[in-house]
Each structure stands twice: as C-alpha cells, then as structure tokens.
C-alpha cells in the first residue's frame, strides 16, 4: 500500500464530535476516493474525486464532506459524528495510466461512542 | 456499472488450485472485469483485469467466457497467505467510480 497515507489510524469520538480523516498521495494520480467498510461486509463508496477541484457522491455520502485539497491530499470530514458511522475508513487513488489499478491506504478505524 | 454475483465463501485445500467464480450477466461491451482481494482489515490489492480474453499475471489467470457473462479467477497454487475475501468489479476502463459488492471469502487450509 506504499503510496497512500492515511491519517488517523485509530480514533476514538463521542456522539456530535466532528473529525477530520486526511489521505495524501504520491503518485500524482487524478483520481481519489474515500471508502468504509462495516464489520463483515464489503467496501462502499462515500465520496471520489476525478480529478483536483471536483467531487462526486458515491453510495453513501450522508454525513460527510470531503475536500479535494490539491492533486496530492483528498480529505474526509465528519461534522457531527454518530455511532453508524463506526467503521474502517480506507482512501484509494487511481489513474489511467497504472494500468487500472487502485491504491488504496492501510484505513482508518473510526468508533464513534 | 454492471452487478457482480459471487459466492458468499469457500474453501481450498492448500497447495490446490482455487476456483472463484464471478457472474457479470449484464455486463457491457466497454466494461472491464476486475478482481481486487482484501487479506484480513488490509486496503483491498490489485490481482488482475481483463476485457475479453483470458489474462494471466504473477499472482492469478482471469477466465472470461465467450459471451463475457462471467469470469473465474484462478489461483493455481493456493497458500494459507492467499486466505482473504476477492472481489470481483465490472466497470469500463477508466472510470471514475469502483463499486466493491460482498465478495467471496477464500479459506485456505492446510
């Protein structure tokens, strides 16, 4: 996963705190995303990014905003957290030229009390 | 993007070659097949992808049928490490959105 950095690893948050999860890459891609995943099921899709100052909503955008910084950083806010949104968050990157392969970070574990 | 059917789990005998199976009935002509696995809380990884003839890579060989209606992954010599769940994705060449469904956990055993 060497490429894409995720920070926090791990965070603790009570009920109406709000957070910011940061994702930087280096491989100067256009794309990228932000993914969370529950326990037992697969990735969904919150936000992506086709390219520096744009944004899209995935399948699950509700409760988040995202930040498209620079080519480099794409950034996941929580304004006013809720324990459903306890889970593993991972950021990806992606560009055409790398042959179609996504590159995702080691995730963020996010609980939510 | 096009939905992907999988098998919820299955198992292999290590050393044997696993078979994962993947259903795209409704794929289109510009949409590729793609097949990512997550080992364990990991960031998902890359295995393989193809339009329409079979690919074969370090890690695995992609089967796509003739009509593209679905693929097999093969990992022709499975190990303990190749426990994980894999994920198979429809979607055209670069687009911007990958949607993972559930996947098919892979158990390896010894």
């Known amino acids: 996963n060497a490429g894409v950095t995720q920070t926090p690893k791990f965070q603790v948050l009570k009920t109406g705190q709000s957070m910011t999860l940061q994702c930087a890459q280096d491989?100067?891609?256009?794309?990228m995303y932000w993914y969370r995943q529950d326990p037992g099921m697969g990735l969904r899709l919150i936000y992506y990014s086709a390219s520096e100052g744009t944004t899209d909503k995935g399948e699950v955008p509700n409760g988040y905003n995202v930040s498209r910084l620079n080519k480099r950083e794409f950034s996941l806010r929580l304004e006013s957290a809720a324990p459903s949104q306890t889970s593993v968050y991972f950021c990806?990157?992606?560009?055409?030229?790398?042959?179609?392969?996504?590159?995702f970070g080691e995730g963020s574990w996010l609980t939510v009390v | 993007d096009a939905k992907t059917t999988q098998p919820t789990s299955m198992d292999c005998a290590e050393g044997r070659a696993a078979n994962l199976p993947c259903n795209h009935s409704t794929i289109s002509g510009n949409e590729y097949v793609y097949w990512y696995r997550q080992i364990h809380s990991q960031g998902p990884q890359y295995i393989i992808h193809g339009l329409k003839n079979n690919e074969t890579n370090e890690m695995a060989s992609l089967i796509i049928t003739e009509d593209r209606k679905s693929s097999t992954l093969i990992l022709p010599h499975a190990t303990l490490r190749d426990t994980a769940v894999y994920y198979c994705i429809v979607s055209p060449q670069g687009a911007q959105k990958l949607v993972f469904g559930q996947g098919t956990r892979l158990t390896i055993n010894p």
């Open positions: 491989m100067n891609h256009n794309s």
């Open positions: 990806a990157s992606y560009s055409q030229g790398t042959g179609n392969t996504i590159y």
